[in-house]
């Protein structure tokens, strides 16, 4: 069998703060003929300039920032999804874009509040969790010199929990806190300074506990599937949608709320064996169910489905 020809139209990701979309990209690639685009443009001068006509094609999020604006969608019979990043973000632009394009599948992050703000497109709906690049996000065996660490974005707006956190643990000796270093791209030495990509994932790896949240949503975020496969425990709020991805509280990480954080935080700092055995298995379940290379073979298995139906 011919491999699928996909075309993913997506902004440049690879010095950007956050680079899955690369990843995934690396990964699509070895199951697909894939092409990138990242130009803006009428898709049907997009069709003219590439070798081979794609049987796909995928938008990432809509988002000017994270997606080109293309013209004529509507106008084509080549089958189209969208991935859904944020979906308390613009939902009406999105469900008319939706409408207005035909798309046939949306690739959404989070299942839940899809499913309570878009269920007008629930047959369209495909759930795609994040991942972990695991070649990144891996146990680089460090030393274990962070007693609690907190990475991240802490305005109160949006992760109330974690502003809990750090107002609470700031000044307690063996804290670690290094706030968001912005939604843009990064020089080589930026990412080393400003913990960035790789630089990100060695230093979880130095943390024996890592405290986070799953903002006002209570999205299942990216740092679950990070942190875990750093072999790291984490301590962060549980939800039914990270229950159904395999995340067990008391076995893969430790379910915190704002009354309880510190103490648990305390309590697994002394009970060194209790630590390790749940970050060891947080790390089998990212590496094991959520790495970067399922989750592409999964979007492949899917289209595959969907094209000989």
Request: proline letters at 5%; a negative charge; charged letters at 25%.
């Amino acid at each position: 069998m011919n491999k699928l020809n996909v075309l993913f139209i997506t902004e440049d990701f690879s010095r950007y703060v956050q680079r899955s979309i690369v990843y995934l990209c690396h990964a699509l690639a070895d199951l697909v003929n894939l092409t990138v685009w990242h130009e803006a443009g009428p898709i049907t001068d997009i069709l003219q300039q590439l070798r081979e006509r794609p049987d796909y094609i995928l938008l990432n999020d809509l988002r000017k920032e994270h997606t080109p604006l293309i013209d004529g969608l509507a106008n084509i019979d080549i089958p189209l999804g969208a991935i859904l990043h944020d979906p308390h973000f613009m939902k009406d632009k999105r469900k008319e874009f939706y409408n207005l394009n035909h798309v046939k599948h949306i690739f959404t992050i989070y299942r839940d509040p899809f499913l309570k703000w878009y269920p007008e497109f629930v047959d369209q709906m495909h759930w795609f969790p994040h991942f972990a690049e695991t070649a990144i996000f891996r146990d680089y065996k460090l030393e274990r010199d962070i007693d609690f660490m907190l990475l991240g974005c802490t305005v109160p707006k949006y992760y109330p929990l974690r502003k809990s956190m750090l107002e609470h643990m700031r000044h307690r000796e063996g804290f670690f806190h290094r706030e968001h270093p912005g939604y843009r791209n990064f020089t080589t030495e930026e990412d080393v300074e400003l913990l960035v990509d790789r630089s990100y994932a060695l230093a979880i790896n130095r943390a024996k506990i890592f405290l986070s949240c799953d903002s006002i949503f209570h999205y299942p975020l990216r740092k679950y599937f990070e942190v875990l496969a750093c072999r790291t425990l984490l301590l962060a709020p549980a939800s039914q949608e990270l229950f159904d991805l395999g995340f067990v509280p008391g076995i893969h990480f430790v379910d915190v709320t704002e009354q309880d954080y510190e103490e648990k935080a305390d309590y697994y700092l002394m009970n060194e064996a209790e630590r390790r055995r749940i970050a060891d298995a947080g790390f089998e379940l990212i590496h094991g169910r959520h790495s970067v290379k399922q989750r592409a073979k999964q979007f492949f298995d899917f289209i595959q489905q969907s094209m000989q139906e």
